[in-house]
């Protein structure tokens, strides 16, 4: 991400009260949780590992996947993020994700679901960076 077109950085804000990103959203539907994540959220649920992924996971393409039985996220209440101190690193870094930030028109293109891209404090080039490269995961290009 040498070359980024967002060289001056972007602007972005979580906006109170939305939950869009915590929604489904077409292909959109995936949350991605590292080992950290599972370590993180079983222990802030007080269950071993082995009862968290049984309960609250499923496997795919290698890949430990939150459970999504509903357009909304299992963890999301009628007062936000019930597990918001321990949410996964998708969740955190949200909206700076690599397949976000290929190009200016997938970033405008989030606008449509997310009210708080292109508002509030504008986040640095570096700063995203560090933001991208907190999900570890292999993803492909």
Not at 35 to 42: A, I, Q
Not at 48 to 63: H, I, S
Not at 115 to 138: C, D, F, K, W, Y
Request: glycine content about 8%; hydrophobic content about 30%; aromatic content about 10%.
């Amino acid at each position: 991400m040498k070359d980024a077109w967002y060289t001056d950085g972007l602007q972005f804000t979580c906006v109170e009260g939305c939950i869009d990103c915590c929604v489904t959203h077409g292909e959109h539907a995936y949350v991605y949780l590292e080992p950290e994540d599972v370590r993180k959220l079983s222990t802030h649920l007080d269950l071993n590992r082995q009862d968290f992924l049984a309960r609250y996971t499923v496997r795919e393409d290698g890949y430990v996947l939150l459970r999504m039985d509903e357009p909304a996220c299992l963890f999301l209440g009628d007062n936000g993020c019930t597990v918001y101190e321990a949410r996964p690193v998708q969740c955190r870094t949200f909206p700076f994700w690599k397949e976000n930030l290929k190009s200016r028109a997938r970033w405008d293109g989030l606008a449509g679901f997310c009210p708080g891209i292109g508002q509030g404090p504008t986040h640095s080039r570096e700063r995203i960076q560090i933001e991208v490269q907190a999900r570890n995961l292999t993803e492909e290009d």
